[in-house]
C-alpha cells in the first residue's frame, strides 16, 4: 500500500472514531496507537478536526 494511501484509510478511520467520540484527547491517543511520530499525530489531529467541522456545518 502507498504511503498516500495509508494516510488515507487512517484519516477516514480517525474521522469516524472523532465523529463519534469528539474528544480530541482520546483522538490523541488512538493516533499514537498506530505507531506514528508527535509531528504526524499533530497533523492528523488537525486533519480529522478540520473534516469533522466541514461535516457538521452543513
Known amino acids: 500500500m502507498k504511503s498516500d ?3 488515507s484509510h487512517r484519516l477516514n478511520y480517525l474521522l469516524k472514531y472523532y ?3 469528539p474528544k480530541e484527547y482520546d483522538l490523541y491517543l488512538r493516533v499514537k ?3 506514528v511520530s508527535e509531528s ?3 497533523d492528523y ?3 480529522v478536526i478540520i473534516q469533522a467541522q466541514k461535516i457538521h456545518s452543513r
Open 5 to 7: 494511501e495509508k494516510r
Open 19 to 21: 465523529l463519534s467520540n
Open 33 to 35: 496507537q498506530m505507531g
Open 40 to 42: 504526524t499525530a499533530k
Open 45 to 47: 489531529i488537525r486533519t
